[in-house]
C-alpha cells in the first residue's frame, strides 16, 4: 500500500482526536436499583488537555430526551492536582482493594485515571484500609469540576 493511503486509512480507523487528546480521566456514578422516576447516572471523560464531556441521564434513560451533555474545559492546575492525588495515594503501587461482600443497593462510583506508568481504577466502595486514597483521588477530580456543572450533574462530594 502506497504510504499515503496508509495514513488515509489510518485516519478514517482512528480519527486524529484520538491520537491528539487521549483520555485521562474515566468517571461514572449511578443512583443503583432506583424505580425509573428516581434513577439516574452520571458518565464523565476529562481528556489530558482538559476537555471535559459529561452526560447525566435521569428516569432510567441512557439516551434521548432523558439525558443532558455538557462540556468544558479543565484547568491545568486541575489537571495538575488529580496527577499528584493519584502519586500521593500511592495507588499506582498498591491498587485498592474492594468491599467483600459489596454491600447491595444504592449508589455507585467508579473511576479511572490514565497515568503515563499505568492506569488506577477506583471505587467508592474500598475497603477501609484504602478509603482515605481513593478519596483523595476520588475529590481530586470532583473538585476538577466546574462548580456550575458538578452542582447541577454530579452526586454530593
Not at 491520537?19 to 422516576?37: H, R
Not at 462510583?109 to 466502595?125: C, I, K, N, W, Y
Request: hydrophobic share 45%; net charge negative.
Amino acid at each position: 500500500m502506497i504510504p499515503t493511503l496508509r495514513l488515509a486509512a489510518a485516519l478514517v480507523l482512528f480519527p486524529w482526536p484520538a491520537f491528539a487528546d487521549p483520555v485521562f480521566v474515566e468517571w461514572k456514578a449511578t443512583s443503583g436499583p432506583l424505580p425509573p422516576p428516581y434513577a439516574w447516572s452520571v458518565e464523565m471523560t476529562i481528556s489530558a488537555q482538559g476537555a471535559l464531556a459529561l452526560r447525566h441521564c435521569s428516569g432510567g434513560a441512557s439516551a434521548g430526551d432523558g439525558c443532558v451533555s455538557r462540556s468544558a474545559q479543565v484547568g491545568a492546575p486541575q489537571l495538575e492536582a488529580i496527577r499528584a492525588a493519584v502519586v500521593q495515594s500511592g495507588l499506582q503501587s498498591r491498587p485498592m482493594r474492594l468491599l467483600d461482600p459489596p454491600p447491595v443497593g444504592g449508589e455507585t462510583v467508579e473511576a479511572v485515571v490514565h497515568m503515563p506508568e499505568g492506569s488506577v481504577t477506583l471505587s467508592g466502595l474500598p475497603v477501609e484500609a484504602d478509603a482515605d486514597r481513593v478519596g483523595l483521588v476520588l475529590r481530586a477530580i470532583y473538585l476538577a469540576v466546574p462548580a456550575e456543572i458538578a452542582a447541577e450533574h454530579l452526586p454530593g462530594d
